[in-house]
């Protein structure tokens, strides 16, 4: 049973940057879909981006896309989101989020993550 733990919340001005990390796994981690989501107060949740643990497949919403990055070390047990360039809109809190999968193929925010962890909170401030 998996455990996900988030580090590397705060608060930062509009334009700064953040970096979060996902501790996933004591031991190498393959064949998973692992993401960041987040919830803003009174908002849904949404999904951020999310990579295939081989490195592969990263995918991104749109709201996203060219300011942050996310990856996962060549152990396989750390997922990090770097945040940079970030707007008050970003504020929320971030979730990391896994899922076994068959292949990297069909790793996107769409599937039906069954492990969460306790979020950490991210305030930017314009």
């Known amino acids: 049973q998996l455990e996900l733990v988030e580090s590397g919340g705060g608060s930062v001005q509009a334009g700064g940057s953040l970096r979060l990390s996902c501790a996933l796994s004591?031991?190498?981690?393959?064949?998973?879909?692992v993401a960041w989501f987040r919830q803003a107060p009174g908002k849904e949740r949404e999904g951020v981006a999310s990579i295939y643990t081989d490195g592969s497949t990263t995918r991104y919403a749109d709201s996203v896309k060219g300011r942050f990055t996310i990856s996962v070390d060549n152990a396989k047990t750390t997922l990090t989101l770097q945040m940079d360039k970030l707007k008050s809109e970003d504020t929320a809190m971030y979730y990391c989020?896994?899922?076994?999968?068959?292949?990297?193929?069909?790793?996107?925010?769409?599937?039906?993550?069954?492990?969460w962890g306790q979020g950490t909170q991210v305030t930017v401030s314009s």
């Open positions: 989020a896994a899922v076994f999968s068959g292949g990297s193929w069909i790793c996107s925010l769409s599937r039906d993550f069954d492990t």
């Open positions: 004591e031991y190498y981690l393959s064949n998973y879909c």
